[in-house]
């Protein structure tokens, strides 16, 4: 019997139970970033609202709330557990652009700019990333198996994919 657990909006959870699945709701702008590493058998989520941390660090407890911020506490999370970032399987979903309008300046597509932190933070820990499904208009909602690492999205009122 699996066990869901939402992970909300600015929040990490972490897993080694394989009765779990993480799971983040509909995600629009948001992105959900999986890691899993199969040889700990360790699994983290993390749903990242906003590209960047204002100030650049993760003081008052709202480093998951930024991408870049974020994915630097995901992975503290998953070595705490007794994961590696080196052998995780790192994914990323959402990053829709949820405001149809091409007037719009690029200041208020704030998935494209998630997107785009969350590759430069990669790059700057030297993380791969194994898959992506982001952008379009549409939101998403990821699921993490935690007993084999499967991650799965659906799209609103699509039929659940796996990535």
């Known amino acids: 019997?699996?066990?869901?657990?939402?992970?909300?909006?600015?929040?990490?959870?972490?897993?080694?139970?394989?009765?779990?699945?993480?799971?983040?709701?509909?995600l629009g702008s948001c992105l959900g970033i999986g890691v899993y590493d199969p040889v700990a058998r360790v699994a983290g989520l993390l749903h990242a609202v906003l590209p960047e941390s204002p100030n650049g660090s993760s003081a008052n407890g709202s480093a998951a709330k930024y991408v870049n911020?974020?994915?630097?506490?995901?992975?503290?999370?998953?070595?705490?557990?007794?994961?590696?970032?080196?052998?995780?399987?790192?994914?990323?979903?959402?990053?829709?652009?949820?405001?149809?309008?091409?007037?719009?300046?690029?200041?208020?597509?704030?998935?494209?700019?998630?997107?785009?932190?969350?590759?430069?933070?990669?790059?700057?820990?030297?993380?791969k990333v194994s898959a992506e499904e982001v952008g379009g208009h549409t939101g998403r909602t990821v699921r993490l198996f935690v007993h084999n690492g499967r991650m799965t999205f659906r799209i609103v009122g699509g039929k659940e994919q796996e990535i």
Do not use: C, H, Q, W
């Open 69 to 127: 911020t974020g994915i630097v506490e995901l992975m503290k999370g998953l070595e705490a557990a007794g994961g590696s970032p080196a052998r995780a399987k790192i994914r990323v979903i959402g990053g829709a652009n949820m405001l149809l309008s091409s007037s719009l300046s690029k200041t208020f597509d704030i998935g494209t700019r998630n997107i785009e932190a969350s590759r430069k933070t990669f790059e700057k820990m030297r993380l």
């Open 1 to 26: 019997m699996e066990n869901s657990v939402s992970v909300g909006l600015g929040e990490i959870a972490i897993s080694r139970n394989p009765d779990e699945v993480l799971v983040a709701y509909g």
